[in-house]
């Protein structure tokens, strides 16, 4: 049985985000977590009256996260009569993080799904959003789904790296299950400068990374001379790639792929999802 934790503002993106996770995951059983949060102000009065003021207000968006939470579970009956599929309802008052660390720990869960939004995509993750302070600051596995993302069964999930890390299997693991959640093929892509061969660290960590995703269909790429989000991009445009998966362990790699677009015609932050594994 998964466990997939969903936080959502009631938004049409965080909508788009749970329908991608209800499909993605069909043919398992999961529990859904459905998860609002009413995020503590940053300020509270030492007052009585202040402290008295502030417990009414939590009662009343308590019931109103309540309310809202019932119209979602009703909507998403509607849309999922997967046997498969349970959902539970969470109504949290608590900073963001804090509320998204305990549920994690509480319920024991395998995944996040969060949706993104904004024409920048995660770019704004840089600018403190909520799903980036989830990505970077909560050790469990993420999948962030762009609001212009439509579901397709992935058939080749995309894993950038720059092999200069020690592969947690942890990780590994992971990553092998999603590839075979929809027999995908996994494509590990390697950007690097033009004319620089891999050193002998790199070496041995592509050959374990070879040696541990025998049993799963998967290849490996490089390509050179041009910037790493730019070569990000076209990888996905020319092999039509349907997940991207990145370590979050390599903090610089990832947050220059995942963060800093430079050109405005990067689009795989904007359509494309975001599998980031922690270990």
């Not at 590994?172 to 299950?177: G, K, M, R, V």
């Not at 995908?184 to 050959?207: F, M, P, Y």
């Not at 790639?241 to 979050?248: E, F, G, K, N, W």
Request: aromatic share 8%; hydrophobic share 40%; net charge neutral.
């Amino acid at each position: 049985m998964m466990h997939i934790l969903v936080p959502t503002d009631f938004s049409d993106n965080a909508w788009n985000a749970l329908k991608y996770g209800i499909q993605l995951y069909k043919n398992v059983a999961c529990t859904f977590y459905l998860l609002h949060i009413n995020p503590i102000p940053p300020y509270s009065g030492a007052e009585s009256s202040v402290r008295y003021s502030s417990k009414l207000a939590e009662g009343d968006m308590l019931e109103q996260s309540k309310i809202g939470l019932e119209h979602l579970l009703a909507k998403v009956e509607k849309t999922d009569p997967n046997t498969k599929h349970n959902f539970t309802t969470i109504s949290s008052h608590n900073f963001f993080v804090e509320s998204i660390k305990r549920q994690v720990a509480k319920r024991k869960i395998d995944l996040i799904i969060m949706g993104t939004k904004g024409a920048s995509g995660l770019k704004e993750v840089a600018m403190g959003s909520n799903t980036g302070d989830v990505l970077t600051k909560v050790k469990c596995p993420l999948l962030a789904v762009p609001e212009n993302t439509v579901f397709n069964p992935p058939r080749e999930i995309a894993f950038p790296t720059d092999y200069y890390i020690n592969y947690d299997l942890k990780v590994l693991n992971t990553l092998i299950d999603m590839v075979n959640l929809h027999q995908s093929d996994l494509r590990v892509l390697h950007i690097s400068k033009k004319g620089a061969g891999l050193t002998e660290e790199q070496k041995e960590n592509k050959e374990f990374l070879n040696d541990y995703l025998q049993d799963v269909k998967h290849s490996f790429h490089s390509l050179t001379g041009i910037d790493l989000e730019t070569s990000v991009q076209c990888f996905t445009e020319s092999r039509d790639i349907d997940m991207i998966a990145m370590v979050a362990k390599n903090l610089n790699f990832f947050q220059r792929i995942l963060f800093r677009p430079k050109v405005e015609k990067i689009s795989y932050h904007t359509d494309i999802p975001f599998l980031v594994l922690h270990e």
